[in-house]
């Protein structure tokens, strides 16, 4: 039988996280980078514009007919982004609309289906909420605002499914 030699390697990692050894994190870099996201997240409402003004222009491209793949590449491409943004700078009700617009945008996205009037309607309903959202500041879960605005959206993308799996279509 053949001799094995165990060979444990350190766990460099570990000993960041604790405080010790090479791959020691320097506490005064965290907290500047940590006061960095602050101030960034402080001006983040106005911050995003450009992003929701590009959503609501192809939201209204696609509510004219023009049922472009590039225009629902470009909402679910922001709906994606608000997505992880949102819970970065405190605004985690805005992540939750942008995780349910991708995920209502996704397989139509995939399928390169053209939108149904209530399936136009989810999206400007999401496109209010966000807008919704940064004008009163809803910052966390959003209170009970939030939480009207998170139901209101599952009611709405929970018909357009409907609708859709009845029409065999999504």
Do not use: C
Not at 44 to 70: P, V
Not at 86 to 114: C, I, M
Not at 133 to 153: H, P
């Amino acid at each position: 039988m053949a001799e094995v030699e165990i060979i444990e390697t350190p766990n460099n990692l570990r000993k960041a996280k604790i405080g010790n050894g090479p791959g020691k994190l320097d506490k005064s870099l965290i907290a500047d980078a940590e006061k960095a996201i602050q101030a960034f997240g402080e001006d983040f409402s106005n911050w995003i514009q450009d992003d929701i003004g590009a959503m609501e222009a192809a939201r209204l491209s696609l509510a004219q007919g023009n049922n472009s793949e590039k225009d629902v590449a470009d909402v679910f491409r922001i709906a994606l982004d608000l997505k992880g943004q949102g819970v970065s700078f405190g605004y985690e009700v805005l992540s939750a609309v942008g995780a349910s617009l991708s995920d209502f945008l996704g397989p139509l996205r995939e399928s390169n289906a053209t939108l149904s009037s209530l399936q136009l309607d989810v999206v400007a309903a999401h496109v209010g909420a966000i807008r919704a959202v940064l004008s009163e500041d809803l910052k966390g879960d959003g209170g009970k605002t939030g939480q009207a605005l998170m139901n209101g959206l599952a009611s709405i993308v929970a018909k357009a499914r409907a609708q859709a799996d009845q029409q065999g279509t999504e």
